[in-house]
């Protein structure tokens, strides 16, 4: 039986301190949770969804609260005073972008958009997918990654999933591989997968990048995981497309995110439409009587948020200063001990409290941690209760598909034939909700999971308080934590 609960938090974080003594480094980020992100205990939270959303340092509101009110902005790229300053800001932005990615300028551009989702749209939507394009994949992708596929199945492109195993979640190197090598003779090749994965943590080896490039692939490495928590250098990485969404780095603000894209494979997009802010010249006398800007400015439609933008600046300052690498090695170090002590809870009688989707041990993962509660029998506790029983505690931990079907439907064995029933009729649309009853109760499958999150405000304590709470559960049947859905079936 594990032993958690006996141990006070103190003896447990001294215990920790002694077999992760490279976490001693950390400490400066402690004294930054009491200043920066004081809130969070002062309103008793322990928030575990940094991969939902990072949170911001009240230091960041205030020098963006500083910054506008000293200064007066107007709408940017006119040549008055105004004007002139919105520019500034938005440039260095840009700059400050290119800098914490260490993207050369003479070999990336930056994108703004408005979120991670808008910038995997613009590569999806003008991305040369035609009858001989190839878009491959991984099951283990966002939703927005997996929604490109609409845009190359309309125009007839061959799509290729390569799927992830259990128990790890990992992809198949071997079908990467094939996939890379021996594909038919597509003109135009994407393939797409993430650094990190949103669901289970998998870090998928960056060395594919380069392997894709000799094959005459372009990569899209979706970063939105990967960037709050691991230092991202495309002085190395050279991926084509870098979507990422600025909130999930430092919290603030919201609604910005970037296309960091390789001036190269920036070129080979094709824009299926104009917008104001996009080109050098329209005219409405003549038909495709339009140029497109070039560079980024090609992009970005319509009027940037300018006003954002300057906290992105002052974002990137902000994680340059507590450092990357820094919170790499404190998430690594806390998800270490969590993984460990989720591993080995166990109810009175042995059996084991908690079911890991993904890698167990932090080689080759991230801090983002995907799991289901046992109870005594192997029943799987109502996922949903389990949120909102935290909650009632103020612990944030997220639950569902975390928008990744592919990794979920792995984790959980989910057929085909299982999914099968949610689209049976394509003009009714089905819920998640309703589609993981429908598979429930044909199949005893339970399609939902916990998640549970790490940043760079995460401390011992919140991990220690969410493992007191799972603790909690020991020898309860799963049937006395029942959701309002067992409840009133
Ligand atoms: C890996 C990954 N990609 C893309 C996204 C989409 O980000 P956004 O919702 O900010 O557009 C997310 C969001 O959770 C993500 O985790």
């Given at each position: 039986m594990n032993d958690f609960l006996p141990i006070d938090s103190e003896s447990a974080f001294n215990a920790f301190l002694d077999s992760h003594d490279s976490y001693r480094r950390t400490l400066p980020l402690d004294d930054l949770r009491e200043t920066d992100y004081g809130r969070l205990d002062r309103l008793g939270h322990v928030y575990l969804d940094y991969t939902g959303g990072g949170l911001y340092a009240e230091s960041q509101v205030a020098a963006h609260h500083d910054l506008l009110s000293n200064q007066v902005l107007?709408?940017?790229?006119?040549?008055n005073p105004t004007s002139l300053a919105a520019t500034h800001f938005v440039d260095e932005a840009r700059d400050a972008v290119h800098e914490f990615f260490n993207a050369s300028k003479d070999e990336y551009e930056v994108v703004f958009t408005a979120n991670a989702s808008s910038a995997l749209k613009l590569v999806g939507e003008s991305y040369?997918?035609?009858?001989?394009a190839c878009y491959l994949l991984s099951y283990d992708n966002h939703n927005s990654v997996n929604g490109i596929r609409e845009f190359a199945r309309s125009r007839g492109a061959e799509i290729v999933y390569v799927p992830v195993r259990n128990p790890?979640?990992?992809?198949?190197e071997e079908l990467i591989h094939r996939g890379l090598t021996q594909h038919?003779?597509?003109?135009h090749r994407l393939f797409a997968y993430p650094a990190?994965?949103?669901?289970?943590?998998v870090h998928h080896p960056l060395e594919w990048i380069d392997e894709a490039h000799e094959n005459g692939w372009d990569v899209l490495l979706d970063c939105a995981a990967y960037a709050p928590t691991n230092k991202l250098d495309l002085g190395v990485i050279k991926a084509d497309f870098v979507p990422l969404s600025f909130y999930k780095m430092?919290?603030?603000?919201?609604?910005i995110g970037a296309l960091i894209a390789r001036k190269e494979a920036l070129a080979k997009l094709r824009r299926p439409w104009f917008a104001?802010?996009?080109?050098?010249l329209a005219s409405v006398?003549?038909?495709?009587?339009y140029h497109l800007a070039p560079g980024s400015t090609g992009f970005e439609?319509?009027?940037?948020?300018y006003l954002g933008l300057s906290a992105i600046t002052i974002g990137l300052r902000h994680l340059k200063s507590a450092g990357i690498d820094t919170i790499h090695e404190r998430v690594t170090d806390l998800a270490d001990w969590l993984l460990a002590e989720m591993s080995s809870l166990?109810?009175?009688?042995?059996?084991?409290?908690v079911r890991i989707f993904?890698?167990?041990?932090?080689a080759r993962r991230g801090a983002t941690l995907a799991f289901y509660l046992l109870d005594p029998e192997g029943a799987v506790y109502d996922v949903q209760r389990i949120e909102s029983l935290a909650g009632e505690q103020r612990i944030s931990v997220r639950t569902g598909c975390f928008c990744n079907p592919g990794d979920g439907e792995v984790a959980h064995d989910i057929t085909r034939d299982d999914m099968a029933e949610c689209f049976d009729e394509p003009a009714v649309p089905v819920t998640y909700d309703q589609c993981q009853r429908i598979i429930t109760d044909t199949t005893?499958?339970?399609p939902n999971t916990i998640r549970v999150s790490l940043g760079i405000a995460s401390t011992f304590g919140d991990v220690y308080r969410f493992m007191e709470f799972a603790a909690?559960?020991?020898?309860?049947?799963?049937r006395d934590v029942r959701g309002q859905h067992d409840a009133q079936g």
């Open positions: 107007g709408n940017p790229h006119s040549h040369p997918f035609e009858k001989d790890e979640l990992r992809l198949d038919s003779p597509c003109e990190q994965s949103n669901f289970s943590g430092f919290g603030y603000p919201t609604g104001g802010g996009t080109i050098t006398q003549g038909e495709g009587w439609d319509g009027t940037v948020n166990a109810h009175t009688d042995g059996a084991p409290m993904g890698p167990e041990t932090m005893g499958k339970v909690t559960f020991r020898d309860r049947p799963a």
